[in-house]
Structure formats: C-alpha cells, structure tokens
C-alpha cells in the first residue's frame, strides 16, 4: 500500500482567496475599462461575489477530492470500497458463555430467551435462545451476547457477569466462564482506506500472500496483523493477531478459517490452515538512573518513563515476528529522560514470523542521580 502521507497533496481548482478576488477584479476592470478602487463600491459588491465563488471552489475540490482513495472521507470512502465489492466492516455484538448455578429440584425450569445478566455496569448480556433444563440439573451453560455493539463489551474478566436482571423460579447464582469476544467497533476510516488500497490482491487465482492478508482482515476488524507461512508445499497456514496483542479466540479462528476456504477464494490446490499466535513471554528488570542536573524534574521524568515503557509494550506486543529488542527498551526509557539504562532482562530474543512477544512480569528500579 502507497502510504497515504507521501503522495502529493492536490487542488483541482485555485482555492487562494487573493487570486480568486484579483481575477475578478482585474477582469471586470478590464470589462468596464475601468480601475476600480478599494473604495469604490463596485469593489464592494465584487468582493462579496468572490467569496461566494470561493465557497463554490471549495465545494468543487472537496468533491473532486472524494473520488481519490488517499482523500475519501465517511459517506464517501464507501461508495470507492463498493468498486471492490468491499463494504465497511460494521460494529457487532460480544459473545460468551453464562453459567447458571440452579437449586435442585424435580421440576424443569425454564431459562427464557433474552435473559439478561450484567456485571453492574449499564452493559448487559442476555442469552440468546430459551433453554429447557432437566430435573435435577444444578447448573447448565448457556450462550449469551451483550445486548450493545463494540468492543468495550469484551472486556470483562472470568466471573465479572454475575448480576442476574430476569430473574427466575429456582435461581441461585450466574458467572461468565470465559472472556467475552467478538466485540468490535465500525472500522475505523484508515484500516478501511487499507483494505479498499489491497482489495486488487483479492484478485489473484495464485493463493498469493498479500491475497490471504486481505481476507483474513475482512473478517473482523480488531485484527491489525497476519502472518503467512507455506512450511511445506501446498500447504498455507494463517496466524492472525488482534489489538493490542491479543489472541484471536477459537470462534474467529474459525471464521477465518471459513472464509479464506471458500471455493472462490482458496486456490484448488492449497491446504488452508489457521493458527493462533505462539507466545514468547519475556520479563522487564532494569535500573535506570537520572542526570544530577535533573533532580529538580525528578518525579516528572520518573512519570515520563513510567509512559515510556508502556509505548515500548505497545510496541513490542503489536506486532507478529517483532524481536524482543532490549536495544528499543533502552531507546524508549531514555527519551522519557534517564540519563543510562541497566538491562538485565529481556535479552535479544529472534522471533519466528507466526511468535509473538508477550510481557510476564515487570521489575523498574530507580538508581538514583549521577552527574551529568
């Protein structure tokens, strides 16, 4: 993908107020054969038809502008992804598990469709079909998905969802069992400007690289990274990353695995596979120390280190195949001001392409002062 910030910037017409209003001027004098004057109210009324005229160029570059995938905006950028057959990936529900804990008793008991739970928040969950439970049965699992959209409704730890709404005869207690997914937001503009620039790789009947990549990621847009690996001949395997590192659940392993298998999309002769991420868990000791000079903005570039070596995690754990590079910790913890850096861990670590980088435990020490 051409990066959108080193193609030149364009106007299809003049937009410079002086030029528009020196044009006129100069061509109604010429009309008139007359030298119009600041003063002279003809200038006046000249002038306001200019500024008019300039909205109406304004109005013409921006709508001129919009048909360029480097400049599209909402509303827009739709209509150039539907040349593709490329439609913006929309905000959708989050999925998980509810375990009901029941008394028991020699009596179904009926768990309705739409029953909600929530953690105490104003998100709620609510099953998604009516469920039948046997007699003596003190506990079953059902499905639920929340009933808002977005990605803030995955994040809940196990056991966090454990407030019943509906409530029902033989009740006793409700917990998520697993961490809700599935969650996201309406893609973002850029991601979407990205796909629409790949879209020509879907094109290739030849099972390319560039060609799984890019329908990997029309399956949800919390993934930000894809890996594609052919180990043995024939033989494609998928490894996908999420936001912020994380790994992929199994029900969008599977999705992916659904699309990029598809008839018209794998080439005939290729093995499709989708894997999750391979963990590398590394850990952070350091000691860092301050310049003399900088006692007196001490608790400052303490905060701004704190800040810095939360970038460098992000940086670290966004990427598939990034190294664990103990050389970048020392670059981020010293543009938060420390004079030196004392690594004793992580060292260098070489990552595989399908391996990515996950922080276990974290140690910062400060030093103390040195001079400068």
Not at 295 to 301: C, E, F, H
């Amino acid at each position: 993908m051409i990066e959108k910030d080193k193609l030149p910037d364009i106007n299809f017409v003049d937009t410079d107020s002086k030029n528009t209003l020196d044009e006129i001027i100069k061509n109604f004098s010429k009309l008139v054969n007359r030298d119009l004057k600041r003063s002279d109210p003809l200038y006046l009324v000249l002038e306001t038809f200019a500024n008019y005229l300039l909205l109406q160029k304004n109005l013409i570059n921006f709508s001129a502008k919009q048909n360029l995938l480097a400049y599209a905006t909402d509303g827009y950028i739709e209509h150039l992804g539907a040349l593709y057959g490329l439609e913006r990936l929309q905000a959708t529900h989050s999925m998980t598990t509810l375990r009901f804990e029941l008394a028991d008793t020699n009596q179904h008991i009926i768990i309705n469709k739409d029953t909600r739970v929530t953690s105490g928040d104003r998100n709620f969950f609510k099953t998604i079909k009516t469920v039948d439970v046997p007699p003596n049965t003190t506990s079953v699992d059902v499905i639920a998905i929340s009933t808002d959209i977005g990605e803030k409704n995955n994040n809940y730890k196990i056991g966090e969802i454990n407030k019943i709404v509906d409530s029902f005869p033989y009740f006793i207690s409700v917990k998520n069992i697993d961490i809700p997914n599935g969650g996201t937001d309406k893609e973002d503009i850029e991601k979407f400007r990205e796909r629409i620039s790949n879209a020509p790789n879907s094109f290739s009947v030849a099972g390319s690289e560039k060609s799984y990549i890019h329908w990997t990621k029309t399956v949800s847009n919390l993934i930000s990274d894809v890996s594609i690996t052919s180990p043995t001949p024939g033989e494609v395997i998928i490894t996908p990353l999420l936001h912020n590192g994380k790994v992929p659940s199994e029900e969008l392993i599977e999705k992916i695995y659904n699309t990029c298998n598809a008839e018209d999309i794998r080439p005939l002769t290729d093995l499709v596979k989708v894997q999750k991420p391979e963990i590398v868990n590394f850990n952070i000791d350091i000691t860092y120390f301050i310049k003399l000079s900088d006692s007196n903005i001490n608790l400052t570039i303490q905060q701004n280190i704190a800040k810095s070596i939360e970038k460098f995690l992000k940086w670290q754990t966004e990427k598939l195949g990034r190294d664990i590079n103990d050389s970048q910790l020392i670059k981020f913890v010293v543009s938060g001001g420390a004079k030196r850096v004392e690594v004793r861990e992580p060292k260098f670590t070489k990552l595989a392409e399908t391996e990515i980088a996950k922080i276990e435990n974290i140690n910062i020490i400060f030093g103390g002062f040195e001079s400068d």
